[in-house]
C-alpha cells in the first residue's frame, strides 16, 4: 500500500515528485515492517549557479519587460502555487520540495551583469529582478546578491523594477531611494491574503500579511513608486480579499495595484491538488472546478492574453471588481515610465571571473 505524503512544517509542497524529464517516479509504501516514519526536518541546501550570463530575454506578448534577473533558482518562501517550480525539472530535481530546499545562488551575478552592461552593443531598457524567483528571499540576507546587482544598476543609472515578498527589500532603500528620485527604480510588493493562517500554509517561509503591508509603507514613504500585486486570486479560496487588500495596500501608501488569476502549469497542477487535499479538503473539488470555468474547462490556459486573467463570467467579475475598487482608492492614476537616458556604460570589470 502507498503511503500518503504529508504536509512538513514551514514547507509548502506536500510532495517531492519527480519532475517531467525524469524516466522514473518513486513512491512510498508500506511493506508491514513496523518501522518509525519520523524523518528528520528538511533542511535548506544551496549550491553555486554557474551560468556565465546574467540577463534573462523575453518576447512574451502579455509581460511587461523584455529582461530579467534572477539572482537565485528555487525560492525558500515555499508558495505552492509558485509559477517558477516546473523551471527545476530542467535541472533533474523536483518542483515540489526540491524547489524550495535545494537552492541554487549565482554569487557571480554582480560582476556578469557590469560585463553586460559593458558591450557597446547594449541598449538600456528596465530590467526586472523577481520575475522567476524572490530576489529577496531569506538566502539573500547571507550572500546579498541582489544588493551587488542593485549597486551596479545604480553606477550605472539603469532603470530596474522588483518584485518581492520581502522586507528585507527595506535594507537596499540607500540604493533605491536615490534611484527612485532619478526615476531609476520601482518595487512591486505581492500581498496574496491578509488571513495569516492561510498564508502561514499557502507561502509558509514569506513574511506575514502585515509585514508586507509595513514593506510597501516604507518603500512609499521612501519616494519609491511601489506596486501592491493581489497575485495569485485563487477562486472559492482567496479572491474574496480582493477589495480589503487592496484597500490596506492603498492606505500603506500602494500608488499601483495589480492582480492575476492563479496559474497552474505543468507539475504545478498536481502539487496545487495536493495542497489543496491537504490544507483545505472542505473546498478542494469548489476551488478546481471554479478555476476549471476561468480556463476553458481545463485547469490550465496558457495561451497569450488571457493566461493572466482567464475568461468567462467569474474572470470577468474578478476584473470588474478589481477596475471599480482601483478607482475608488485611487490606485493606477499614474502609470510610472522608468528613465532610460541616463544609462551610463559601466567600465568592463577586467578582474578574471571565479572559474567553477
Known amino acids: 500500500m502507498e503511503i500518503a505524503d504529508r504536509p512538513l512544517k514551514g514547507r509548502g509542497a506536500v510532495s517531492n515528485r519527480a519532475g517531467r524529464y525524469e524516466p522514473e517516479e518513486t513512491r512510498r509504501i508500506d511493506d508491514g515492517w513496523d518501522v518509525d516514519d519520523d524523518l528528520p526536518p528538511l533542511r535548506t541546501t544551496v549550491s553555486v549557479d554557474a551560468s556565465r550570463s546574467v540577463i534573462t ?175 495569485p486570486m485563487i477562486p472559492a479560496l482567496n479572491d474574496h480579499e480582493l477589495e480589503p487588500i487592496l484597500e490596506a495596500s492603498a492606505e500603506a501608501g500602494a500608488q499601483l495595484a495589480a492582480y492575476v488569476l492563479l496559474r497552474l502549469p505543468l507539475e504545478i497542477k498536481d502539487l496545487f491538488h495536493e495542497w489543496l487535499e491537504a490544507h483545505a479538503p472542505d473546498r478542494a473539488q469548489r476551488v478546481l472546478n471554479r478555476l476549471r470555468e476561468t480556463r476553458g474547462g481545463a485547469l490550465y490556459d496558457g495561451r497569450f492574453g488571457t493566461r493572466m486573467r482567464g475568461e468567462g463570467v467569474h474572470a470577468d467579475l474578478l476584473e470588474g471588481r478589481f477596475t471599480r475598487a482601483c478607482k475608488r482608492l485611487g490606485l493606477n492614476r499614474r502609470h510610472y515610465t522608468l528613465d532610460t537616458t541616463r544609462f551610463k556604460r559601466p567600465p568592463p570589470d577586467t578582474r578574471q571571473l571565479t572559474l567553477l
Open 57 to 231: 530575454r523575453n518576447t512574451s506578448p502579455d509581460i511587461g519587460f523584455d529582461r530579467s534577473i534572477n539572482a537565485y533558482r528555487g525560492c525558500e518562501h515555499g508558495c505552492v502555487y509558485c509559477f517558477a517550480r516546473p523551471t527545476h525539472a530542467f535541472l533533474g530535481l523536483s518542483p515540489g520540495l526540491d524547489f524550495e530546499s535545494r537552492l541554487f545562488a549565482k554569487p557571480e551575478a554582480p560582476a556578469l551583469l557590469r560585463q553586460e552592461l559593458a558591450n557597446p552593443r547594449y541598449k538600456p531598457a528596465t530590467i526586472a529582478m523577481g520575475t522567476n524567483t524572490d530576489p529577496y528571499q531569506p538566502i539573500e540576507r547571507e550572500y546579498k546578491i541582489t544588493r551587488g546587482l542593485l549597486e551596479v544598476l545604480a553606477e550605472a543609472e539603469h532603470p530596474v523594477s522588483i518584485a518581492t515578498k520581502s522586507a528585507l527589500v527595506l535594507r537596499d532603500l540607500d540604493i533605491l531611494g536615490p534611484m527612485a528620485a532619478k526615476g531609476l527604480a520601482s518595487v512591486g510588493v505581492s500581498v496574496t491574503t491578509l488571513d495569516r493562517a492561510l498564508a502561514r500554509s499557502l507561502e509558509p517561509r514569506a513574511p506575514t500579511p502585515p509585514r508586507r503591508l509595513a514593506t510597501i509603507r516604507g518603500l512609499s514613504q521612501a519616494g519609491v513608486p511601489t506596486a501592491v500585486m493581489a497575485a
